[in-house]
T-cell receptor
Framework: AQTVTQSQPEMSVQEAETVTLSCTYD???????LFWYKQPPSRQMILVIR??????QNATENRFSVNFQKAAKSFSLKISDSQLGDTAMYFC?????????????FGQGTILTVHP | KAGVTQTPRYLIKTRGQQVTLSCSPI?????VSWYQQTPGQGLQFLFE???????NKGNFPGRFSGRQFSNSRSEMNVSTLELGDSALYLC?????????????FGPGTRLTVL
């Protein structure tokens, strides 16, 4: 079974600064996928960034990047130049690949507040 | 393309009743997954349907069921509602042919059981 752990229930950052959200996971699979999702107060879950485990290069999407440490089973999200619109709950999630059809395993979430 | 839609957005029921929630995936997406989100348990996987077949199921009692139609629209049903079923129910669609396992979520249905 896969597990995902987010050890930071809440984080805050000043606008324009950088913040890093932590995530660790446990899996026995070789071909798995990792995601960060954002859930703003509107409750709509939005994909922020994805990482395939077989890729060594860390994924980046504009101001969002990850630090994927496969041996340590760590998958942190860095948000650069934080904006007020980044205020949301952030979920780290994994997919085991293979026959784990449609099943994402989520961490508990980190509430991020960006202050002006 | 239109996103994933869910109806209704809000629902209030009483214990013992049953409820049906609907999800329309992104056009062309044939996989639909359902999740329950509560403050205590977080996001938990309910089940996944692909081409009208349930391929995967989470650890929920049999009161939770679902189905998928030929147009990929999906419904989930909860029978004999309990207070603990109060939650945000999210559905997500995906297309294995493009970005594998990347799911696109709907806005959710907020179910309150009184």
């Amino acid at each position: 079974a896969q597990t995902v752990t987010q050890s930071q229930p809440e984080m805050s950052v000043q606008e324009a600064e950088t913040v890093t959200l932590s995530c660790t996971y446990d899996t026995s699979e070789n071909n798995y996928y990792l995601f960060w999702y954002k859930q703003p107060p509107s409750r709509q879950m939005i994909l922020v960034i994805r990482q395939e485990a077989y890729k060594q290069q860390n994924a980046t999407e504009n101001r969002f990047s990850v630090n994927f440490q496969k041996a340590a089973k760590s998958f942190s999200l860095k948000i650069s130049d934080s904006q007020l619109g980044d205020t949301a709950m952030y979920f780290c999630a994994s997919h085991a690949g293979g026959t784990s059809y449609g099943k994402l395993t989520f961490g508990q979430g980190t509430i991020l507040t960006v202050h002006p | 393309k239109a996103g994933v839609t869910q109806t209704p957005r809000y629902l209030i029921k009483t214990r013992g009743q049953q409820v049906t929630l609907s999800c329309s995936p992104i056009s062309g997406h044939r996989s639909v997954s359902w999740y329950q989100q509560t403050p205590g348990q977080g996001l938990q996987f309910l089940f996944e349907y692909f081409s009208e077949t349930q391929r995967n199921k989470g650890n929920f009692p049999g009161r939770f069921s679902g189905r998928q139609f030929s147009n990929s629209r999906s419904e989930m049903n909860v029978s004999t509602l309990e207070l603990g079923d109060s939650a945000l129910y999210l559905c997500a669609s995906s297309s294995p042919g493009t970005s594998p396992h990347e799911q696109f979520f709907g806005p959710g249905t907020r179910l309150t059981v009184l």
